[in-house]
T-cell receptor
Framework: NAGVTQTPKFQVLKTGQSMTLQCAQDMNHNSMYWYRQDPGMGLRLIYYSASEGTTDKGEVPNGYNVSRLNKREFSLRLESAAPSQTSVYFC???????????FGPGTRLTVT | GEDVEQSLFLSVREGDSSVINCTYTDSSSTYLYWYKQEPGAGLQLLTYIFSNMDMKQDQRLTVLLNKKDKHLSLRIADTQTGDSAIYFCAESIANNDMRFGAGTRLTVKP
């Protein structure tokens, strides 16, 4: 039981490049989330998926897109990376929206 | 305000008690949580309290909730060097989303 896994662990992009961050969970959870963590600002929700087939914007969705590929997988795409998107990105999942969230180990992204 | 507020830093000596405080925003929050983040890792749920409780104890951890003041605290008894981490307070808000504080970095000195 791996829990929540994320790839890659680290990534450096140039401004304007695109990439997709992958997330998968093996706990049969309905809800999945993408957060970014910046120093002194805690976690901010980018997008979430309350259940398979649905996605909704969180607090800071601009510059990102998501895909809930199936119940297990929820990917985050940066179409044209900007330095302001330098951050640590965490994926999380929960049984349902109001329950405990389980976090992946994070992806540290630097955009130069 | 709309932010979950925590002090950014706390330093204690090994063996002392640590108290991490948090002020949350939504008086109708159902659950309040404490998460721990160790270096290079994701967040792990430490404990949570349901909003109709005033206190919850779990081994070395004591959570106190003051709903009137919207104040939540986490007390760690007999703090160890392994407790050094960032501690996040979080609340479940009206639409069942979760709002996190900025995190308190706890440093435990030997």
């Amino acid at each position: 039981n791996a829990g929540v896994t994320q790839t890659p662990k680290f990534q450096v992009l140039k401004t304007g490049q695109s990439m997709t961050l992958q997330c998968a969970q093996d706990m049969n959870h309905n809800s999945m989330y993408w957060y970014r963590q910046d120093p002194g600002m805690g976690l901010r929700l980018i997008y979430y998926s309350a259940s398979e087939g649905t996605t909704d914007k969180g607090e800071v969705p601009n510059g990102y897109n998501v895909s809930r590929l199936n119940k297990r997988e929820f990917s985050l795409r940066l179409e044209s990376a900007a330095p302001s998107q330098t951050s640590v990105y965490f994926c999380a999942s929960s049984e349902n929206k109001m329950y405990e969230q389980y976090f992946g180990p994070g992806t540290r992204l630097t955009v130069t | 305000g709309e932010d979950v507020e925590q002090s950014l830093f706390l330093s204690v000596r090994e063996g002392d008690s640590s108290v991490i405080n948090c002020t949350y925003t939504d008086s109708s929050s159902t659950y309040l949580y404490w998460y721990k983040q160790e270096p290079g890792a994701g967040l792990q749920l430490l404990t949570y309290i349901f909003s109709n409780m005033d206190m919850k104890q779990d081994q070395r951890l004591t959570v106190l909730l003051n709903k009137k003041d919207k104040h939540l605290s986490l007390r760690i008894a007999d703090t160890q060097t392994g407790d050094s981490a960032i501690y996040f307070c979080a609340e479940s808000i009206a639409n069942n989303d979760m709002r996190f504080g900025a995190g308190t970095r706890l440093t435990v000195k030997p």
